[in-house]
């Protein structure tokens, strides 16, 4: 049973143009998001987070949406960067557990 | 030191044998988790620890798998017996802020893949 769920395997995007990249959760004792990034042979970077109180958290060219009824996140990136070319995971909370639950992650190329 | 150093990066093992996988956090960190990672998939909590308690082992898949942190500092995953369903890469991840904060954050190590053969 996937509690968090990224539907997208892989998105190919242009340089200087948005990425966008959905994730979605089940859970709704879920109450505090974060997406993080991963290059090939290091261990995931955090990027930003969102807890349940906001819809809305940016950070630099980053941008993270929570859409709590729909129980759906995005993240935007824009603009999109080469160096931006990584996996990027998903991962939800609740404060009861103590334990991030990880989507499966989407590979983003972004194209020179 | 300025991340979290995990040893070995690579290591494998025939099946039945034991491995030890050690995790140094970041200095001060008091939260320490180990996450099992599958090739294609996303990381999977296993256990932990706050300072030298192990909270939760909840995700620990079989008792062939075993965590400690005896000084609250550095850490240990040990598995016992291997099978070939081990093989993933593991990491470690540490935390300065409490759980439930909005600046937790977790920091990962790089990961040791186990490869059983």
């Known amino acids: 049973d996937q509690q968090v769920k990224q539907n997208s395997p892989s998105l190919s995007v242009q340089e200087g143009r948005i990425s966008i990249l959905n994730c979605d959760y089940t859970?709704?004792?879920?109450?505090?998001f974060l997406w993080y990034k991963k290059y090939p042979a290091e261990g995931p970077t955090f990027l930003i987070s969102?807890?349940?109180?906001?819809d809305k958290n940016e950070d630099g060219r980053f941008t993270v949406f929570l859409n709590k009824s729909a129980k759906h996140l995005s993240l935007h990136i824009v603009p999109s960067q080469p160096g931006d070319s990584a996996v990027y995971f998903c991962a939800a909370s609740d404060t009861g557990r103590r334990a991030l639950t990880f989507g499966s992650g989407t590979r983003l190329q972004v194209q020179p | 030191g300025a991340g979290v150093s995990q040893s070995p990066r690579y290591k494998v093992a025939k099946r039945g044998q034991d491995v030890a996988l050690r995790c140094d956090p970041i200095s001060g960190h008091v939260s320490l988790f180990w996450y099992q990672q599958a090739l294609g998939q996303g990381p999977e909590f296993l256990t932990y620890?706050?300072?030298?308690?192990?909270?939760?082992k909840s995700g620990l898949p079989s008792d062939r798998f075993f965590a400690e942190r005896p000084e609250g500092s550095v850490s240990t995953l040990k598995i016992q017996r291997t099978q070939q369903e081990d093989s993933a890469v593991y990491l470690c991840?540490?935390?300065?802020?409490?759980?439930?904060?909005?600046?937790?954050?977790?920091?990962f190590g790089a990961g040791s893949r186990l490869t059983v053969l």
């Open positions: 620890f706050q300072n030298e308690a192990q909270l939760d």
């Open positions: 859970n709704s004792m879920f109450d505090y």
């Open positions: 991840a540490s935390s300065l802020a409490d759980w439930g904060t909005e600046q937790f954050v977790l920091t």
């Open positions: 969102i807890s349940s109180i906001k």
